[in-house]
C-alpha cells in the first residue's frame, strides 16, 4: 500500500493480529482483536484518515474470512 508517497506493508502476524509497517519496518498501525471480550482495537502511530483504517481493517476481516475452514 503506499499512502502520502510512502510505501506500507500489511504484515498478518495471526488471524486476529495485524499490523502496518513502513518502510523501515516500524509498526505505525496495529489491529488487535481483544480475545474474549470482542471487539478490535485499532492503534496507530500516524494519523491516518478513518477511511484508510476502515479499508485495512475490512480488508483484514476479509483475509480472516478467507482463512477459515469449513467442518462438515
Sequence with gaps: MEYDG????L???????????SENNETVAQIIHRGIMG??????????PSEVLLGIFIFCRYIESENELTIV
Design 6 to 9: 510512502v510505501k506500507y506493508t
Design 11 to 21: 504484515l498478518m502476524r495471526n488471524t486476529q493480529n495485524y499490523a502496518l509497517l
Design 39 to 48: 471487539g478490535w482495537d485499532v492503534i496507530t502511530e500516524k494519523n491516518f
